[in-house]
């Protein structure tokens, strides 16, 4: 009688971690994907690899544009 039991606990084990990875990977997804177009739009002004405006001013573009999109996923659009 434990087969059964233990099939559905590792079931429901194997559902519960993979529903965790996604909620994890989702969100760092959209971060990197932002952290990119920021890259590139700092490349396109002429601000790269460090920054040349103040209050960023020497700092590396892919720094201050990942710390932009932990705030707000939209800064780049």
Known sequence: MPLPYLVIFL?????????CSEVVSGPYDQVEACTERGVVFYQATGNYPSLKEAPYTGRLAEDVAREKCFKNLQAFR
């Open 11 to 19: 079931s429901l084990i194997s559902l519960a971690l993979s529903a």
